[in-house]
T-cell receptor, first 115, second 115 residues
Framework: GENVEQHPSTLSVQEGDSAVIKCTYS??????FPWYKQELGKRPQLIID?????GEKKDQRIAVTLNKTAKHFSLHITETQPEDSAVYFC??????????????FGKGTHLIIQP | DAGVIQSPRHEVTEMGQEVTLRCKPI?????LFWYRQTMMRGLELLIY????????DSGMPEDRFSAKMPNASFSTLKIQPSEPRDSAVYFC?????????????FGPGTRLLVL
């Protein structure tokens, strides 16, 4: 089955600086890579996702890059703000289009934005 | 639109008791997922259904766990008998195929404590 490794487990950055979270996956069949943000006591919420036919995707201050050859993908947050403080999870799945597949999650990164 | 609905939101029970967690997916979604979140193991997929049919239950920890989806708008996850190590937050998520995008939307979770 799929195995997703996520680093770092904790990341502290100054407000306004950029944050980068990295993930690697093991199953070459995986082709859908979402990122979820989870605030304390809340549910995970999708912030951005990427499919394997795309190398990079951007949405305002958030971007995700994917390197299928190396089996790794990264989340980039620019101009960080206090409300970006949360736990971020990467995930992977071999989505086939014929039906859903469950997500395999990384262990999460606790992002702390220092004022 | 109502999101994924889970009940109860909190459950405290004693070891050996039966626990039933309930989930109502978003209307029109045809895939439903049960995840468990703990500090030690992170977010784990337990089981998922496509069109009410269980597809993969390999994540179910043991025979004490069972899940059903009798119709498109309701699913249950049952633990019998419960044990202290089952204490976790249980999330239900649902999704719908939409032009090759299949975002999973999470419910608020059920926080289970087994004493």
């Amino acid at each position: 089955g799929e195995n997703v490794e996520q680093h770092p487990s904790t990341l502290s950055v100054q407000e306004g600086d950029s944050a980068v979270i990295k993930c690697t996956y093991s199953d070459s069949a995986s082709n859908y890579f979402p990122w979820y943000k989870q605030e304390l006591g809340k549910r995970p919420q999708l912030i951005i996702d990427i499919r394997s036919n795309v190398g990079e995707k951007k949405d305002q201050r958030i971007a995700v890059t994917l390197n299928k050859t190396a089996k790794h993908f990264s989340l980039h947050i620019t101009e960080t703000q206090p409300e970006d403080s949360a736990v971020y999870f990467c995930a992977a799945t071999p989505y086939s289009g014929g039906g859903a597949d469950g997500l395999t999650f990384g262990k999460g990164t606790h992002l702390i934005i220092q004022p | 639109d109502a999101g994924v609905i889970q009940s109860p939101r909190h459950e405290v029970t004693e070891m050996g008791q039966e626990v039933t967690l309930r989930c109502k997916p978003i209307s029109g979604h045809n895939s439903l997922f049960w995840y468990r979140q703990t500090m030690m193991r992170g977010l784990e997929l337990l089981i998922y259904f496509n069109n009410n049919v269980p597809i993969d239950d390999s994540g179910m920890p043991e025979d004490r766990f069972s899940a059903k989806m009798p119709n498109a708008s309701f699913s249950t996850l049952k633990i019998q008998p419960s044990e202290p190590r089952d204490s976790a937050v249980y999330f239900c998520a649902s999704s719908r195929l939409q032009g090759m995008r299949e975002t999973q939307y999470f419910g608020p979770g059920t926080r289970l404590l087994v004493l």
